[in-house]
């Protein structure tokens, strides 16, 4: 969508808008891009907005054929926010939490430490290795995940966290190392160079002077983790067959198959929290991402 837009505004600006005076081109050309940037704007927000209004409203609404954009404060209620109290869908949310704490934690540590040891270290075909590694993220999550379930029905590893935590950290660690591997590049090893003289050991120079060089880096990889986990639904569903140990995305699914209590209002609210709280953290962070990512 965004390419079509600034596709059309390419256009206008090279056949029309080049035609007219200076001044007036300056003030066309600016309304046009502002115009374009709300209409983009309001089309990837404005499914944001209805889930959150839809969660504070009566889910008797939605069976009505004309839908109001701006419900009056009267229609609002805090009724379908309860469900979050249900102790299933706590169980979810808690499950879904203690993954992505082990995930980012084991995916920021092998980054990290194999971005520093592709930077500093010397070794055959070291070159090479690094660039191959970001192809094992473009293998979809489903061919994984079935060997996967055969390998963890032998070993007992199905519906464990320890199970779920290794199938994502597999998934996520490829590009986290090609991304640290990148940020300890702009660090200069004659900085830890001066640490060894000083008697410094190369543990001590990593931890003193090149991880805290590349801290935006390890934040981005840490929320790119958190990202993985907070959003999947292959692993969990062939992994966590057993609903206890099912994380948000595929255990809504089963309680909603199960004919349990969720109504549409339950189910916007739950949505929302599962959109808002990443989209919180990148806005909060959003700074040091992009330092991460600027390489």
Do not use: C
């Not at 069976?63 to 404060?73: A, G, I, R, V, Y």
């Not at 094992?136 to 999550?141: D, E, N, Q």
């Amino acid at each position: 969508m965004a390419r079509r837009l600034s596709r059309m505004s390419h256009f206008v600006s090279r056949r029309v808008i080049k035609k007219l005076p200076h001044d007036l081109r300056k003030k066309v050309l600016r309304t046009v891009k502002y115009s374009i940037l709300a209409l983009w704007l309001f089309v990837a927000g404005f499914p944001l907005y209805w889930m959150i209004v839809s969660s504070f409203q009566n889910p008797s609404v939605f069976s009505n054929p004309d839908p109001q954009w701006l419900p009056s404060t009267a229609e609002l209620t805090l009724a379908n926010w309860a469900i979050l109290q249900s102790t299933d869908v706590f169980q979810l949310v808690l499950n879904t939490f203690i993954v992505a704490v082990g995930v980012v934690a084991i995916v920021t540590f092998i980054s990290t430490t194999a971005g520093y040891g592709l930077t500093r270290l010397e070794f055959p075909f070291k070159l090479t290795f690094a660039r191959v590694i970001l192809f094992g993220y473009m293998i979809a999550p489903i061919v994984l995940a079935i060997p996967m379930y055969i390998i963890y029905t032998s070993l007992g590893l199905l519906n464990t966290y320890i199970g779920i935590m290794i199938a994502h950290s597999v998934r996520a660690t490829p590009f986290g190392v090609w991304l640290m591997w990148k940020m300890f590049q702009t660090v200069p090893v004659a900085k830890e160079e001066a640490a060894w003289m000083m008697g410094a050991s190369r543990t001590r120079s990593a931890r003193d002077i090149a991880i805290p060089a590349v801290y935006p880096g390890i934040l981005a990889v840490g929320v790119f983790a958190f990202a993985t986990v907070w959003g999947d639904f292959t692993f969990a569903r062939i992994l966590l067959p057993n609903s206890d140990m099912m994380t948000l995305a595929p255990g809504l699914i089963r309680l909603t198959q199960r004919g349990a209590y969720l109504n549409t209002g339950h189910l916007m609210v739950i949505s929302t929290v599962m959109s808002v709280i990443p989209i919180f953290f990148a806005y909060k962070l959003q700074d040091t991402l992009l330092r991460g990512f600027r390489l």
